[in-house]
């Protein structure tokens, strides 16, 4: 584990630091602060607001000097301590985020670097980059964020290439996190430039990278012109990607989307019968709910089935517009032209849409023999009952339904013993674990199982699964035994032990699930995840030595990796649970030690800020900070009664006792049966105002 220097010693590093700075970086500025530095004045205590920035002061020489000795993972540890001291110091983010990034910490670059722009004129060179690493692992808003600050640390300027390029990459990422003005402002500055050669140098080998397909990225900026309301400059780009390349319906339909938004309902009829006259394809079921938009607007919507029915005529082969077609007649009750459609759809295309249609339609008409054939066939398809959304629920919670189902899967089963129906037996299942009759779900399953024990593996993972979601843990061990039993995964695949080990946590069986916990980790040497789950059961079961030394061993073995997220959030995970390990064993100061690593990398991180600044409060120290980390909590979780229950403690400890008491009566408020620790508190806080009756009205 990181031990921080002493005081002492980093008293004398601030000294030699300052000196060597000075020496190598004559004429370079101050080091750290703009403050000149004054001799001590004892008989003025600090403020501490001021140790604080003496503490910042220290940890940062401290780490400069680290750095210098190429001790960099130590010396990047001390700077993010820095700037949890002194959390407006902009020279300690600077520092913090090359000295991550040269270390290969990509993630931890991310997060200060948005700290460090709001403190700081950021380099936009770096912003861009990180930028680019996090839209390439999907986290758009916060990609987003770097680029709106790259953009903004180049105004007063001269426009270049990369700036146009910027823009139209922030435009995409606004279109997918659905800003779209946003995304349209930026789009009209890129179209700006493209129709203003004489002011931007923009040539072909530029413009190829700027739109990729031309005709698509014009259509996006329609999209984004429509959804913003700028309907003019949506009908400009639209018509510019049909001239690209000529797509008559498309143009059409996004015509008469226009003149919806603009109200005129009559003339985007007309609109959508010229697309549907050019046979309307790769636009999917938009047309046809825009038609009934249109319609309804004109009250004529008794005239949709009707208009569907024609275009079917028309065009039999869109499988799109027979969709929506036979979900009208579902929404009309005509159950019958429902049913004939999806059934030859599903044929077709099977879709979530079609078997859930089908499963309402018999559900409402009592025909069960069909009903138990349509979720047979969607489950075999997928495995699961999700697929069929709410109207699986609705089935499941039907206990006469349910009855008449499993008897009616029975009675063919009997009829035909050596015909199994796979996906019939596993539906059957399914629903019988979801209604709690678990003897019919251990029988189906076993049929399933019979019928196709090529999909063992399936099959016993959703058994297990489903068992241990409705709290039997004894019989899922049993079924993930099983799988293991009958190599239902390659031996280098630990799945099931992972799984088995869990179960028989739950279960009470602390050595066996140990034993299962350890063989996983044993198959997946290189998985933090299969290795963490040894000490999780330890902590579990309460084995308080034993946890705390397998979490040691877990950090001591993968720390190094900062590439996987899963092994981070493992390392997150054993550092929490170590602090609490500590906090039961009366170890503080360690306890804190853990929780500042986890804020060392993860220095927003919402349950360490709160345990950490309650250790503080509770001690009476670094209240000020803790006031900051515990505020920090509540913001992101205001119902979070643990977290009321700091805020107040610490304002208790600052002697802001009003404050105090109305946080921590929304602690106690917040449960129906408040811990013990908050109504303590609440009673602490009461005497100090002169309320000792404590209120007790809901």
Known sequence: MFSPPTRPAIRALILAVLVASTAQNAGAGPLFLEDTPTLLQPEHPRTEAERDRVEAISLFAAGRMLQRQQKNAEALRLYQRALRCDPDAATVARAIVPLAFRLQRHAVAVRYTLKAAVLDQPDPLLLRRLGGYLTAHGDWVRAVELYEKALAARVGADETDDDILLQMEMGRLYYLVESYDKAAECFKHVLYALDHKDEFALDDELKKVLLGEPSLAYNLFGECFLKSGRLDE?????????????????????????????????????????????????????????????????????????????????????????????EQYLKAKQYDKAERLYIVLVEKTPAPTGYRNLAKIYRRTDCYAKLLDTLGKSVEKTGVLETLGAEAQTISSNAKLIKALIETAR???????????????????????????????DEFFRLALRAKPDRATELLLVWGTALRIEGRPAEAAKVFQRAIDENALPKDNPMFYFYLAGVLAEDDRIDEALAAAQKAAEIKPDSSRYHGAVARILYYAKRRNETTKAYRRLIDKFDYDYESHENRMVMRDARLALSNLCVLQGNLPEAEEWLEQVLDEFPDDVGASNDLGYLWADQGKHLQRALRMIRHAVEAEPDNAAYRDSLGWVYYRLGRYKEAVAELEKAADAEDDPDAVILDHLGDAYLKVNKPQMNTDK
Request: charged share 35%.
């Open 234 to 326: 949506a009908a400009t780009a639209f018509r510019k990607s049909h001239e690209i390349a000529p797509n008559n319906a498309r143009l059409e339909l996004n015509l008469a989307r226009i003149d919806v938004k603009r109200d005129k309902p009559a003339e985007a009829l007309k609109h959508l019968q010229a697309c549907f006259k050019q046979k309307v394809t790769d636009e999917g079921i938009s047309p046809y709910k825009l038609l009934a938009e249109v319609l309804e607007k004109l009250g004529r919507s008794e005239e949709l089935i009707d208009w569907l029915e024609k275009l079917h005529d028309d065009n039999p082969d869109d499988i799109p517009l027979e969709y929506f077609l036979a």
């Open 411 to 441: 009675e063919r089963h009997k009829a035909e013993p050596e015909k199994i129906d796979f996906g019939t037996s596993l539906a059957v299942a399914l629903l019988a674990v979801e209604s709690e009759q678990f003897d019919a779900a």
